[in-house]
Each structure stands twice: as C-alpha cells, then as structure tokens.
C-alpha cells in the first residue's frame, strides 16, 4: 500500500529526527491549552480533499499545537500522577506500531504476546499473587477496573441464581479513584462509600458490613481496596481487609493503578502486605513503570473466572479462539476485543535495562518525596498538611485562600516554569484546598522542588 516516493522518505525522516530530538532533550517546554478558535486561526484548515503534505502538516504540529500540550514528563510537571517513559519504551512504541500487530489473539499476534507475557510475569511477581494467577494488558487503569469488578459481579451471579435479579454492591472508600465510581456505573452497580480519605482499616469496613441490612448485604459482592490513593499516596490496610473479604465471603479488587510500581521498591513493600490475596488488582504500567501511554493491567488470582465472562463468541473468531491449539489470548480476560500490544514497549525497556534499573527509579520518586518534606519543613511559610506517603506530597502554604492557590498554578504554568495543582484534603467533615506534589519523574531535582517551593514566599 505504501508507494516509497520522495515525499514519504522525507516525512519518515523528519519523524523520526523530531522523535529522536523529543526523547533527548530532557527540558521541554511546558506548553499550554489555547481556545480551539485560536488553533483553527493559527493552523487552518488541515483535512482538504487533495491534502496539504506531509510537510506542511508536520510543521503545523511543531509551531501551533505540540505547543498546546503539556508534556508529563517535565521534570517540574508533579500535577496529578505524572509520566516519565523510558527512551527505550518509547522508541519501541514506534516498532510496535510499525509491526501492525493484532494483540487479541495469540494465532495473530503471538511474538508480541509472548514479549508482553513476560513482562506480565515479572509484575504478578511483585504482587505476590500464588501460581496460576496472571494478567493482561489494557488501555489503562480505567478499563482494568472495569474489567476486574465486571468478572467479580458475574463471578457472584454465578454463585446463586438469586444474584441474577439483583443489583450488585461494592464497597470502597472515598479515597478510591473517580473510576471505580464511574465503572460501577458502567456496570450498573451501587457502590457504598466509607467515609475516609485516610487508610481504610479493618474495624470501620467490618462495622460497614454489619450495618447493612439483610437485603442489601446480599447485594454485596466485592470491596475495593486502594494501593495508593491518587491524591495522596495512601495504601489501605491490605491484608485485614483481604481476610475480612475472606470471611465474608467477598471478591478483593485492589486498584494499585499509581502505586503498584512501588511493589518493585524494597523500601515500601511491606505497606502492601496483603495483596498477595487478591482476587484482582489493577496496576497502571503507564504511571510508575515508566511506559508511554496507554498502558494499564488487570490480574487475577483465577485468570479463569475473567475468561468466562470476557471471552467473545462469534462464529468470525472461533478460528482465533481455541487457547489450547495456539496460546494465550488477551482478549478473553478484558474488555476490549482488537487491541495494541501495549505491554510490548514496557517488555522492550525492562529488557533493555533489568528490573534493578526500575526498582532504583521507582526508590528516586519515593526519595524525592522525603526531600520535598524535609523542604517544606525548613520553610516557615509551608507546611506538611500529613508525611509524604508514597510519593505524594499534601502541603500547605499558610494563610493561602483556594484562590490563592489557584492563581499561583496558573502564574507557574504560564510562564512555563512548572505544573504544580492544588487538590483537596479533607479533614473531619470539611474539605480544605491544599498543594500537592507528586513525583515519578526521577530526573526531577531537589532543586526543582525547592525553585516552585520559593515561588510560595
Ligand atoms: C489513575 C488511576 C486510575 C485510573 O487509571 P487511568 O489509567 O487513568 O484510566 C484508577 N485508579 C487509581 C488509583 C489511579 O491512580
């Protein structure tokens, strides 16, 4: 289909230099979003019958709108759960484009497979998880935890014919991420939010379930655990809650989407104990293990039980489908059907470098989170608003209102000088704007957080 001409020679060559020259430098600009009116007035019209070549394109995309972009992996971009991909990772997203890969079925795509299996393999490792369990690549965290609460429901249907007429209950804290509630909502199950932004501990989730009458505590099927909260690195207290879903009789989805990259570090593993018993656990490979995006992953303890409910039937695929004549195939234990072999450049850079070289990165984030402390601490004009946990860190400048805070994120950002946003902590019964950092990136210098920390003065 690619007819090699000049022009097609020349576009592969400016790609692959502006690629090249992304990945080395490692202080871009901190863009900025503009009005879609104002980039149709800069760039155009780009979509016409006959084209505007290759060229023209390309440098509409390096003047106008690369530059409308914030990049996730600045050094001083600590907003939300930022990105830091490896050069390798990135450089092999390129070959797994080019390679054309269908990922669902091991009979299309079993090269790609087996080098995201293996990648795969050293992750459940670091859950602890027993033999047998294992897990597949997804978009992200989002369709991980959809996936795994959707094989839990179907799973608890399957028990009792009675679950079938019933709507389903989970139980998490409102420190979950906003994706757990919004995926109940996709499954159309209730969710029964503790009232914690703090760890969740034995004691309140066990109070919880007794509390439920009759009717709806035959309604719960499952309880989600975080393994470190989004806005403040929080890991909930594992391993009581696993042995209560023991007891219980219910399914334990942990979401490790930011944190699970943490398993590999020795300094904090022991916060996770009790992962191991899971019955799912999400983990978002684009966040903490340093790969481009999109890249999450479900496991399961019983792969088993996801593909009975993942596993699509069509007389057009039952060629593809026969596991045991040809291999693993990731589309029966996820939502999605054609998929990217997106594990592909995470198995590239972990080969590339070794585990050691993750571990030592995933230690920097969590180090740098300490030195942030220890900053904060020697300023009179800040403070810690609670220890740095994980490598979130919630502090706040005193005497600043949320508007304070707001125009100071916004003063940073447009002078392309840093991404720092403000969140909300909440304390007893009331929610106070705070500032936070979280840090991935290990590029990221003490220098870099002391330079925003005197922008507060
Ligand atoms: C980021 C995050 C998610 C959502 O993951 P996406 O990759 O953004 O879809 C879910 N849970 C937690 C704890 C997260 O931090």
Known sequence: MHKIDMELVEMTLDVMKYTIDRISSTNNAIGKPKKESELKALVGETITESGIGGEVAFNLWKKHLMKANVPVDHPRNLAFVPASPTRAAVM?????????IHGAYWMEGAGGIFCENEAMKWIVSL???????????????TAANLSGIVTAREHWRSLDASHKSQKGLIITSIGAHSSVKAMAKVADIDVLLVDTEDRLEAAVLQQTINNLDEETRKRLFAVVGTGGTTNAGIIDDL?????ICKSENLWFHVDAAYGGGALAAD????????????????IDPHKWMFS?????????RNPELAKQVH???????????????????????QIQLTRRVRGLPLWFSLAMHGTAKYKEAIERGLELAQIAG????????????????????LYRRIGWSPDDYRDWTFKNHDSGFALVTPTKWKKGK???????????????????????LDTMA
């Open 430 to 452: 009331t929610f106070e704007t705070v500032s936070r950092f979280c840090f991935i990136n290990p590029d990221t210098t003490e220098n870099d957080i002391a330079m925003i």
């Open 311 to 333: 596993s699509q039937q069509g007389s057009y695929l039952d060629i593809f489908s026969d596991e045991g004549a040809h291999g693993f195939n990731p589309t029966d234990y």
């Open 267 to 282: 300094s904090v593993r022991h916060l996770f104990n009790g992962i191991e018993k899971a019955d799912s656990i999400t």
């Open 292 to 300: 481009p995006y999109d890249c999450g992953a479900i496991i399961y």
């Open 92 to 100: 092999f997203d390129l070959v797994t484009s080019a390679s054309s």
């Open 239 to 243: 391993d009581c809650i696993a042995n």
């Open 127 to 141: 859950t602890g998880l027993p033999e047998g369990a294992f897990g597949v690549f997804t978009s992200a965290g």
């Open 374 to 393: 220890k900053l904060i601490e020697e300023r009179p004009y800040v403070e810690l608003v609670r220890d740095p946990s994980l490598s979130c860190v």
